[in-house]
């Protein structure tokens, strides 16, 4: 037991000056996804968009894989695929999916979408758009912001 706790602190005075993390971040840790809410000697404290607070000792921290969507920007890549009318001009086609993905508040507007075409046939053509979220907790409202806007554009999500 004491063997776990040395280990749990040394590991907390690791994480305070090296900072992988700091309060405030967004990050992955062991299947978990949330905010680093407190970090400890012993245990850092992770909240999830659910309102849980795990609570995960040192050690553990420093020995798995971490994520962290925050350390250097807060912007997220996401993608959608989307099934269009078959339409004659392609490049139209891209002008309005970078259109629509742009006019959601929740889009990078310092990053350009980028659309690629995954097939065609004669009911129309299947596009996959990239776009990139300004803020990765708020990556689902973007989201669903862009799948409204496809839906009003009548256009089907793939």
């Known amino acids: 037991g004491l063997q776990n706790i040395v280990s749990n602190f040394v590991s907390g005075i690791i994480l305070i000056f090296d900072r992988p993390l700091q309060i405030g971040d967004i990050v992955e ?9 407190e970090i400890g000697l012993r245990s ?3 909240q999830t968009k659910e309102g849980a ?14 994520v962290n969507w925050t350390l250097s920007n807060s ?3 996401l993608e959608i695929a989307v099934k269009i009318p078959n339409l004659t001009d392609l490049e139209e086609a891209a002008r309005k999916a970078k259109e629509l993905v742009r006019s959601s508040p929740h889009v990078s507007k310092q990053r350009e ?4 075409f995954l097939s065609m046939d004669e009911t129309g053509c299947e596009l996959k758009i990239y ?7 708020k990556a689902e409202q ?7 806007r ?9």
């Not at 979408?113 to 690629?116: D, F, I, K, R, T």
């Not at 776009?131 to 907790?137: G, P």
Request: charged share 20%.
């Open 29 to 37: 840790i062991g299947g978990q996804k949330g905010k680093v809410r």
């Open 44 to 46: 850092s404290i992770i």
């Open 53 to 66: 607070e795990v609570i995960i000792p040192n050690g553990d921290l420093l020995s798995q894989r971490i």
């Open 75 to 77: 912007m997220q890549r």
């Open 113 to 116: 979408p980028q659309v690629l």
């Open 131 to 137: 776009y990139w979220c300004n803020d990765t907790s």
């Open 142 to 148: 973007a989201n669903s912001d862009v799948l409204f």
């Open 150 to 158: 496809v839906h009003q554009a009548g256009w089907e999500k793939k």
